[in-house]
C-alpha cells in the first residue's frame, strides 16, 4: 500500500526531464572513476525528476536482460487492451521450455505442461531473469517489435529491442540487435516510477516486483546501505565474446531515499575485459558514488 501510494503521489508526466545539469563535481569523480578500466561504460542520471547527468552516452550498449523491463511494461498495456488481469494464465509447453538456458521456471516445471499465470511470468523475468519466461511473454503478448513499437508511441527514443532470448541464444552476435543508450533507459525507468503511467494493478504489482529483484545483488544495490534506502533495479549480463570479453554487465535502478528523494540510475558496461563479478563492482563503485553525493544535496 506504501508503493502505491507513493507512486500515486508524484507528479512527474512524460518522458522529459529537466536540463538542469548534476553537480559538475560529481561527473569529474565519476569521469576520473572510469580512467583506464579495460571497457566502454555508460552512466545516465536522474536526481529528484530535476538534474540529469550522463557520461558516455552516444554508444549502443547491448540491453541484455534490462529488456525484460521494457517488456513488462509493454505487456502491461497488452493485458489492459485485452481486459486480462495478471492472474490470467497461459499453457507452458514442453518446447517452450529450452534446457540449455537459464530458467527458474524450467527448474520448477521440468515437463512444462503447465498453467502459468502472466503474474508468475512477469515475477520470473523480473525478480529472476528468467529467458523462457521472457520469450514465453513475447510469444502470448507482443513481440519484441512490437514492445519496442509501444515505448515509441509514447515518446521514448535511443534504443531498440529487435529479438528474443532464444534469438540470442542461437546466434550470440544478435545480442546486439537489442541496445540501448543510458539515457533512454534511465528515462523509462524515472517516467515508470514517478508518474502514473499504468493501471494501478499492473504498476504497482511490477514496481513491487522489481524492489523484490533476486539478480545483481553486487551491482547497484552493493553501493548502497543496507538499511533505510530502497532500490528497484533490472540488471543484464551478456555472453563472453570469442575474444574473452563480456559483451555487457548492466543494471538499472530507481533509488528511495528514507526522507522521500529520489534518484534513477542506468549503468551500461559493454565490451568488457575481467571478470564479471570486476564489472559488477564498478557498478557498485559507481552506485556509491552517486549515493553520498544525493545524500549531500539539501532536501
Known amino acids: 500500500m506504501y508503493l502505491r501510494n507513493f507512486l500515486l503521489s508524484l507528479l512527474m508526466v512524460g518522458s522529459m526531464v529537466s536540463t538542469f545539469a548534476v553537480s559538475s563535481d560529481l561527473e569529474t569523480e565519476l569521469r576520473s572513476m572510469l580512467e583506464n578500466k579495460d571497457a566502454t561504460i555508460g552512466i545516465a542520471l536522474i536526481v529528484n525528476d530535476n538534474d540529469t547527468l550522463t557520461i558516455n552516452n552516444d554508444e549502443r550498449y547491448p540491453l541484455m536482460s534490462v529488456m525484460k523491463f521494457h517488456q513488462a511494461i509493454a505487456v502491461s498495456r497488452f493485458l489492459e487492451g485485452n481486459k486480462l488481469p495478471l492472474s490470467a494464465t497461459v499453457a507452458v509447453k514442453p518446447s517452450q521450455l529450452n534446457p540449455d538456458t537459464y530458467s527458474p521456471l524450467r527448474e520448477r516445471y521440468p515437463n512444462g505442461n503447465v498453467e502459468v499465470s502472466y503474474a508468475d511470468l512477469v515475477k520470473y523475468t523480473l525478480q529472476m531473469s528468467d529467458n523462457n519466461a521472457c520469450d514465453i511473454l513475447f510469444s502470448y503478448t507482443l513481440p519484441p517489435e512490437k514492445v519496442q513499437a509501444y515505448l515509441e508511441s509514447v515518446g521514448f527514443t535511443g534504443f531498440a529491442i529487435a529479438v528474443t532470448e532464444d534469438d540470442m541464444y542461437k546466434n550470440r552476435r544478435s545480442a546486439y540487435a537489442n541496445w540501448s543508450t543510458p539515457?533512454?533507459?534511465?528515462?523509462?525507468?524515472?517516467?515508470?516510477?514517478?508518474?502514473?503511467?499504468?493501471?494501478?494493478?499492473?504498476?504497482?504489482?511490477?514496481?513491487?516486483?522489481?524492489?523484490?529483484?533476486?539478480?545483481?545483488?553486487?551491482?547497484?544495490?552493493?553501493?548502497?546501505?543496507?538499511?533505510?534506502?530502497?532500490?528497484?533495479?533490472?540488471?543484464g549480463t551478456g555472453y563472453v565474446t570469442p575474444e574473452g570479453r563480456i559483451m555487457a554487465v548492466n543494471d538499472i535502478g530507481f533509488v528511495l531515499l528514507p526522507d522521500g528523494r529520489h534518484y534513477s540510475i542506468a549503468v551500461f558496461i559493454a565490451n568488457a575485459a575481467g571478470k564479471e563479478e570486476e564489472n559488477a563492482a564498478i557498478i557498485a563503485e559507481i552506485s556509491a558514488l552517486v549515493y553520498h553525493y544525493v545524500l549531500s544535496l539539501k532536501p
Open 183 to 235: 539515457l533512454s533507459a534511465v528515462c523509462i525507468l524515472n517516467r515508470f516510477f514517478t508518474s502514473q503511467w499504468l493501471p494501478k494493478e499492473y504498476q504497482s504489482f511490477i514496481a513491487q516486483v522489481m524492489f523484490d529483484a533476486q539478480t545483481g545483488a553486487n551491482r547497484l544495490p552493493g553501493g548502497l546501505p543496507a538499511d533505510g534506502v530502497r532500490i528497484a533495479h533490472k540488471t
